[in-house]
């Protein structure tokens, strides 16, 4: 059926928008990197050149189908995904008046200052925006959204309502979440840019404690369990960022707080501090921030010790599981961009973060990035 169909609309049999021009575009980085100790993890690095983590193309497809309706799709290949091509946005935008649309379908969700153009890394200094602040695990939902943009004084404002919902995939399961909402507002005044938002959804999803949740909800302290379960989470987060660019100085601060209420996975208190200088095609910049998580621990500091040797082995296990999510791990990185082409830049960093065990791991990447 699907072929007959295809073959209709082909031969003409059904009506299509035959005047509609498809305007194509895209965006690569090529990124190579390593992480300069033997025996650590730092940005998704071990201690060998790698080429693919970090690199992807993509392609962006946009048609203006006339009287304000238009089309966009976005499609991303990733080196980590083995090159599997994916689609990362796919919506439908109509124009109710030249400062008000509405748009439908897969779309990006704006969680961060650089979230509009997360993946176009010729748009921003770094090669990538931190990923010790910039850690959650989606940044597109299929849903809805509203977009204003209007003007107070001299200021340029951007008002945007999303909803929406999520599913994917890690490395210990798969995720759902539903009932995305999110609130986001932007001021440019001048060389300033202003920019906060407010999220909430509700979470769903394995994270490798199963067997855990399993123990302890045999035991009389199943609240322990509940804590480690994400099932039907509630999740709330708030950003704040500015970002001052006069085109000769850089600078730039982001704080990103999250909490999944009562659950391992607890709240999430990111920061981050940049600033840049330019000199001609050249930019030197530097970026500290921290990465901070505390788990909730409220009915594990309930189960008493020394009663049952066998709620004392669950509560160790479960407190070391507790204790590799509760950290505070700073990170500085300073990194230079030469754009040498119009449409293409050469960038180097050097990164410094703070591991688990206490140590500080650095790692070192370079990357080509183009716009097309």
């Known amino acids: 059926m699907k072929k007959l169909l295809i073959a209709s609309l082909l031969a003409g049999g059904l009506p299509i928008h035959a005047n509609a021009e498809v305007n194509l575009s895209g965006f690569a980085s090529i990124v190579g990197g390593t992480s300069t100790d033997s ?22 497809a946009y048609s203006d189908l006339g009287d304000g309706l238009s089309a966009t799709a976005q499609i991303r290949s990733r080196g980590r995904d083995d090159w599997e091509p994916e689609f990362t946005w796919a919506f439908l935008s109509y124009e109710i008046s030249p400062s008000w649309r509405i748009q439908a379908g897969r779309q990006r969700i704006p969680m961060y200052l650089y979230s509009d153009y997360l993946d176009v890394s010729y ?9 010790e602040v910039y850690k ?25 309502l999303y909803y929406g919902k999520e599913d994917f995939s890690t490395d210990t399961g ?26 909430q959804f509700d979470i769903s999803g394995d994270i490798g404690v199963g067997d855990l949740v399993t123990a302890w909800q045999a035991t009389p302290y199943a609240a322990v369990g509940n804590e480690l379960d994400i099932n039907n989470d509630s999740s709330t987060a708030f ?45 030197v910049h530097a970026t500290v921030g921290e990465d901070v998580n505390e788990p909730y621990r409220k009915a594990i500091n309930s189960v008493p010790l020394g009663v049952d040797p066998g709620l004392d082995f669950l509560y160790q296990t479960t407190t070391a599981v507790l ?30 973060s703070e591991q688990l065990d206490g140590s500080n791991a650095g790692a070192a990447e370079m990357a080509l990035v183009t716009v097309f």
């Open 39 to 60: 025996d650590a993890f730092v940005r998704g690095y071990e201690d060998s050149i790698d080429f693919k983590e970090h690199s992807f193309f993509a392609l962006q």
């Open 123 to 131: 748009a921003y200094h770094w090669i990538a925006p931190p990923s």
């Open 136 to 160: 959650a695990p989606f940044d597109s939902i299929d849903g809805i959204s509203t977009i204003h943009d209007f003007t107070v004084g001299d200021a340029m404002v951007n008002f945007r």
């Open 174 to 199: 798969s995720f759902e979440i539903e009932d995305i909402f999110s609130a986001v507002a932007s001021v440019n005044y001048g060389w300033w840019t202003f920019r906060t938002s407010y999220l």
């Open 239 to 283: 950003e704040i960022g500015v970002i001052y660019d006069n085109q000769d100085w850089l600078f730039l601060a982001e704080y990103i707080p999250s909490t999944v209420d009562e659950s391992i996975v607890g709240d999430y208190k990111p920061w981050m501090v940049s600033v840049g200088k330019r000199f001609g095609s050249y930019m």
């Open 323 to 352: 204790d590799e999510r509760d950290f505070e791990l700073p990170f500085y990185s300073v990194g230079l961009r030469w754009d040498f082409h119009d449409s293409a830049a050469f960038k180097f960093e050097y990164t410094v």
